[in-house]
């Protein structure tokens, strides 16, 4: 189960990433159209009013969010991961901008001022986008310093394994999780887990801590 805390910063990534979009573009049109700065002709081909092109990408740019979406980049399993991350955005990046330059070609409208937008575009993307992210999940864990976002995790099992992912978890600064108790035996917590809620069954952990305060559970025994 997803914490109120993930579903809110997977909103804020949704956010960000359409800034990011429409920024990337009227970076690349500044630079292409009002810098001039081309290969050779600084001069347009196709002029079309900033406006317009800015209306354009703003109605194309929920698309991209979808193609984002599809790749994974608003789940935690991804988003968790920095250079996983990186490599999706790089890629969504690159196939978003196929998608709009189909959709200019399929709806035979003039979208790019000049042939140099897409590309300025497609660089600008990625370069926001990875800004944005870094700025987010930096922000992210200066929040966490505070006890706020934090996951809510209770852990089941005797094993070492479960021990192991108790100490991980632990410094929820670093982690992100707060680990509200651990579901062992009774003679086997207090040398491993002094400072921990421990149960002796998960009836009595959901009877203590209530299905509200768990956001997420883990059964080490599956992992043994």
Same mark, same amino acid.
Request: proline share 3%; aromatic share 16%.
């Given at each position: 189960?997803?914490?109120? !805390?993930?579903?809110?910063?997977?909103? &804020?990534?949704?956010?960000?990433? *359409?800034?990011? @979009?429409?920024? $990337?573009?009227? =970076?690349?049109?500044?630079?292409?159209?009002?810098?001039?700065?081309?290969?050779?002709?600084?001069?347009?081909?196709?002029?079309?009013? !900033?406006?317009?092109?800015?209306?354009? &990408?703003?109605?194309?740019?929920? *698309?991209?969010? @979808?193609?984002? $979406?599809?790749? =994974?980049?608003?789940?935690?399993?991804?988003?968790?991961?920095?250079?996983?991350?990186?490599?999706?955005?790089?890629?969504?990046?690159?196939?978003?901008?196929?998608?709009?330059?189909?959709?200019?070609?399929?709806?035979?409208?003039?979208?790019?001022? $000049?042939?140099?937008?897409?590309?300025?575009?497609?660089?600008?993307?990625?370069?926001?986008?990875?800004?944005?992210?870094?700025?987010?999940?930096?922000?992210?864990?200066?929040?966490?310093?505070?006890?706020?976002?934090?996951?809510?995790?209770?852990?089941?099992?005797?094993?070492?394994?479960?021990?192991?992912?108790?100490?991980?978890?632990?410094?929820?600064?670093?982690?992100?999780?707060?680990?509200?108790?651990?579901?062992?035996?009774?003679?086997?917590?207090?040398?491993?887990?002094?400072?921990?809620?421990?149960?002796?069954?998960?009836?009595?952990?959901?009877?203590?801590l209530g299905t509200e305060q768990i956001h997420s559970i883990v059964q080490t025994e599956l992992y043994a």
């Open positions: 189960m997803k914490s109120n !805390a993930s579903l809110l910063y997977s909103f &804020f990534l949704v956010v960000g990433d *359409f800034l990011a @979009l429409v920024a $990337a573009f009227v =970076g690349a049109y500044i630079l292409r159209v009002n810098l001039g700065l081309g290969f050779s002709n600084p001069d347009v081909a196709n002029p079309v009013s !900033a406006l317009t092109y800015l209306g354009i &990408f703003a109605t194309l740019a929920p *698309f991209w969010i @979808l193609i984002f $979406a599809l790749l =994974g980049l608003y789940g935690n399993s991804i988003y968790e991961k920095r250079f996983a991350e990186a490599g999706r955005l790089f890629i969504g990046s690159f196939v978003g901008m196929l998608f709009v330059v189909g959709y200019a070609y399929a709806s035979n409208e003039i979208i790019f001022p $000049a042939k140099l937008v897409p590309v300025y575009g497609f660089v600008l993307t990625f370069l926001f986008l990875l800004l944005f992210r870094n700025c987010a999940r930096l922000l992210r864990g200066l929040l966490f310093r505070y006890n706020i976002g934090l996951t809510n995790v209770l852990i089941i099992g005797d094993t070492k394994i479960a021990q192991e992912l108790v100490d991980s978890l632990i410094n929820s600064r670093l982690s992100g999780y707060r680990v509200v108790g651990v579901v062992t035996s009774k003679e086997f917590a207090p040398e491993h887990y002094p400072d921990l809620k421990v149960f002796d069954n998960f009836d009595e952990a959901i009877s203590q």
